[in-house]
């Protein structure tokens, strides 16, 4: 399984900025999506993550700014961050729990800048 991730930027703060990421490969399915984050010197955190059947969730600093959203038939998942801080800063991850010939196996993508200037 591979991961495509893609969208991130430069964006003033207030602004938004939109996040894809795209599963391929063959003989498998998808449990789980989620968006990590980390800055230099910081642990990587989870942001957003969303499950096979849709349920969400959020770290609390990104509550009621960023959405995720996925499209099984595309097996993409979309992060959208609106309102975006400074501190929102930082190379972003997807990494998918997928189900592959009946073992559970983690896989991330590539990460993707995005930097939030004041």
């Known amino acids: 399984v591979q991961l495509q991730a893609s969208g991130g930027g430069l964006v003033q703060a207030g602004g938004s900025l939109g996040l894809s990421c795209v599963a391929s490969?063959?003989?498998?399915?998808?449990?789980?999506i989620g968006w990590y984050r980390q800055t230099p010197g910081k642990q990587r955190e989870l942001a957003a993550v969303i499950n096979s059947v849709g349920d969400t969730g959020y770290v609390d600093s990104v509550k009621g700014r960023f959405t995720i959203s996925r499209d099984n038939a595309k097996n993409t998942v979309y992060l959208q961050m609106n309102s975006l801080k400074p501190e929102d800063t930082a190379v972003y991850y997807c990494?998918?729990?997928?189900?592959?010939?009946?073992?559970?196996?983690?896989?991330w993508g590539r990460g993707t800048q995005v930097t939030v200037s004041s």
């Open positions: 990494n998918a729990n997928v189900m592959e010939r009946g073992t559970n196996r983690d896989y």
């Open positions: 490969g063959s003989a498998f399915s998808i449990n789980a």
